[in-house]
């Protein structure tokens, strides 16, 4: 079953959070609302679990109404699971106790041991079930939250920012480990993050938004190779843009050498700096057709004050409808 959302908006003391939304969430794909600060991800995803209300709109999942004018749901009764920020474990209870609760507050009673111990060992954890949140690890705190969950057997598992309260590696590796879970346990997943490379690695699916709007849906590459909003070309990856700011390039596609049979624009330009990134250099390029310096990959390093003659192939520039200079002008607030 599909998650249909249909002219949802919603907004707080008269500032609009989110502006009228259609969406359908796809059941067994993976989800992720990416965008900046403020700009109602989270709110969205709040609206879908019941946590706060539509002023506007309706919500149903498959032929099941959530929320509407005249029907809504309570959170607890929507069959979703939820993987919070800053894990919402209970300090006094057991691991154990943990992820029981989700099923008992569902008014199960039967056959809970069996499942809190199932998704105890899909999240390799057994044998910690009588040990306290403090005696774990971060990362082993995130996966006592993911089996909260997921005891549950929910329809669809909502996750707001769940690594972010993680260091890097922990971060990488808790990524790359979630990733896995859902697929494997077959979930429908919506998960909301600021970060664009857990978004792309992640997801089957990407929603970007701003400021209260979504601005593209669509799979990671497409999102990527063809961005349909400046502000999408310039908050999922690296940009490089032409004077007039409507056209725009990715910076791994700059050549210092011709291709042979490729149609190539060469510009002259000066390197401006250089930073070793481990396995390459970013170089900083200004030239007279840029709108800014460029960015652009170099496998050794350049002087600063060089001239080089740089190539691009014409398939390679993407051009925009907008300006990049336009998103500019109302960054969000807040969150």
């Known amino acids: 079953m599909d998650l249909n959302i249909r002219g949802v908006s919603k907004s707080f003391g008269g500032n609009m959070a989110l502006h009228p939304t259609d969406l359908i969430i796809r059941q067994g794909k993976f989800t992720t609302l990416l965008g900046p600060s403020g700009c109602g991800k989270t709110t969205l995803l709040r609206l879908i679990a019941g946590l706060e209300r539509p002023d506007t709109g309706s919500i149903s999942f498959g032929e099941e109404m959530l929320y509407s004018e005249a029907r809504e749901v309570p959170p607890h009764r929507r069959g979703f699971g939820m993987v919070f ?79 972010s309260a993680l260091d890097a590696v922990l971060r990488d590796e808790m990524r790359l480990e979630m990733t896995y879970l859902v697929r494997e346990m077959g979930l429908t997943a919506l998960y909301v993050t600021h970060d664009q490379i857990e978004a792309m690695s992640m997801s089957d699916e990407v929603i970007v938004m701003h400021s209260g709007q979504v601005l593209q849906q669509g799979a990671p590459e497409e999102i990527y190779n063809q961005p349909k909003h400046p502000f999408v070309a310039r908050f ?37 700096q250089v930073s070793y990134v481990g396995d390459r250099y970013e170089v900083r390029l200004k030239a007279d057709e840029a709108a800014e310096p ?26 925009l409808n907008g300006s990049y200079h336009s998103i500019q002008e109302n960054e969000p607030k807040g969150k």
């Not at 057994?126 to 909260?148: D, I, K, N």
């Not at 409507?246 to 000066?270: C, D, K, L, N, T």
């Open 85 to 163: 920020q800053d894990f919402a474990l209970w300090p006094h209870m057991t691991v154990f106790e943990n992820v029981a609760f989700g099923l008992r507050a569902t008014g199960r009673k039967n056959g809970i041991r069996d499942r809190v111990m199932e998704a105890l060992g899909k999240v390799k954890l057994s044998g910690m079930e009588q040990r306290y949140p403090h005696q774990l690890s971060g990362g082993q705190q995130q996966r006592v939250a993911f089996a909260r969950a997921v005891a549950t057997q929910p329809k669809l598992v909502l996750f707001d920012e769940p690594l």
């Open 236 to 272: 999922i990856g690296k940009s490089n843009w032409l004077k007039g700011g409507q056209s725009m390039f990715r910076p791994e596609h700059i050549r210092f050498q011709p291709q042979p049979g490729e149609e190539v624009q060469s510009y002259a330009a000066a390197v401006t």
């Open 294 to 319: 460029w960015l652009v990959y170099c496998p050794e390093r350049l002087k600063e004050g060089t001239e080089v003659t740089i190539y691009l192939a014409q398939h390679c520039i993407h051009r």
